[in-house]
């Protein structure tokens, strides 16, 4: 088949072949080979039109978008900034962890388990969830997600329980949740089309965006931070609900391989995954490293254009609402963008995804120095890059990646994006003093 657009386009069924008895033909008999003639010659057009990177008119509709479906993400990503953010630091703050003490290790120790959880999660769940299916892994998830986002909001805020291994719990148990979530939920909303996953994938960046953004700007009006938290708790059941309500049942659901059958047959689609790959790991990478811009500025000021000086400074808060800003236009703006790209030529596709790499190692060596001004815009340089890698990512596997092997590639390209993130946390602290090298002042580094 030949894949364009939103979707495949379906040989056109052959007209009957004429009969030849040996003597002239008959005019209906010519007027028949003429039709046949100009359908395939039309095929062949539309194949060289494909091999070229031209878009070929689509001979059906594309499905309407499901908005809706954004809300499940949302809802689910929601949570996830709940554990990488800045409630990340009130839930410390809520446990009474000190700098440098026994419980300031386990803390940290125990917030990498978010990570950990999805690392395991991408590939654990073609494993131990073989014999269900991926509607059903991604209800499954959104429990997970559901349970971690309660220990804090109920055990620890609200019932004063401030054990510190709770957050161990808290947090595996999210990042299993979402882990499992983001590969399946992907793979199983791929028949209702393009235009509903453009909307889809916005709700990472707005989860993100709705608790970092108007949460960090109602807590600076005294609101307590515990009311975010059961924001998030609240959201989850609705999200669970659209997603069943909405979402493709067994029947109408994408028919993937297992696991260990399409790892036997990656030659078959693993091969052009590659560069999608090494994409991601690096979009995760400064993504999870991300915090080291965080720590560099100390409260209450930033200054924006001398890390030296204690002239022309800005209030944190408000800083870095402005930086979040940044980070969900750069993200969300990018991954609508991108997901429409249609390319059936492999140089434009792996051009594109080029350019979106570069924009992320020109965000790192703008945040390399050290200068607050220039931040939003690293920022925005290197959530872009990673929006329009998950776009371009998202695009090829549903129309140039078998079928089959949907769910897989997807799982495959989390697992390594996962890798990248794990080792940008890991290197937190060392960037953090890489980009201080000659910046300290009374408020940076």
Known sequence: ELLTGSRAIQPQSMASEPKFNGVADSDADVETRADTTDSIQDKDSDVKDAEMGLDIPAETA????????????????????????????????????????????????????????KLIARLGHNVFFACISPRTRVMIAMVFMFVGVMIPSLLVFTLKWHWVYSVFFAYMLSG??????????????????????SWAIVGAPAGFATINILGLTLSSFSMPVVYIYWYIVACLPIGFYIFW??????????????????????????????PFFVAQFLSHFAMENWPAIFYMFHPPKVPLFDPK?????????????????????????????????????????????????????????????????????????????????????????????????????????????????????????????????????????
Not at 71 to 77: A, D, E, H
Not at 87 to 114: M, W
Not at 176 to 193: K, Q, R
Request: proline share 4%.
């Open 176 to 197: 299993l949740g979402l882990g499992i979530f983001e590969v399946t939920f992907l793979s199983v909303i791929t028949p209702l089309g393009r235009a509903t996953k």
């Open 309 to 445: 000086s204690d002239q022309n400074l800005m209030d944190w808060g408000q800083f870095f609402a402005i930086t979040y800003i940044f980070i969900f236009l750069g993200d969300s703006i990018s991954r609508r963008i991108a997901i429409y790209i249609s390319t059936p030529s492999v140089k434009k596709r792996l051009l594109c995804l080029s350019g979106a790499m570069l924009c992320i190692i020109a965000g790192l060596y703008l945040e390399s120095l050290a200068i607050a001004i220039v931040i939003p815009i690293a920022i925005f340089l290197i959530f872009w890059g990673n929006g329009t890698i998950y776009g371009l990512t998202a695009h090829h596997v549903d129309k140039h990646v078998p079928a089959e092997h949907n769910l897989a590639s997807y799982s495959c390209w989390c697992f390594i994006g996962d890798l990248g993130a794990i080792l940008g946390g890991i290197l937190v602290e060392n960037t953090h003093d890489l980009f201080c090298q000659g910046h300290k002042g009374p408020y940076e580094c």
């Open 245 to 274: 309500q909405f979402a493709p049942h067994e029947k109408t659901e994408l028919r993937t391989a297992n696991f260990g059958a399409s790892l036997r047959q990656a030659c078959s689609w693993m091969p052009k995954m590659v």
């Open 62 to 117: 594309e499905p309407a978008p499901m908005r809706i479906m954004l809300l499940v993400m949302l809802s689910m990503f929601q949570g996830y900034a709940s554990m990488v953010g800045p409630l990340q630091s009130a839930y410390k703050h809520e446990l009474g962890v000190k700098h440098g003490t026994a419980n300031a290790h386990v803390f940290t120790q125990a917030a990498v388990g978010v990570h950990y959880g």
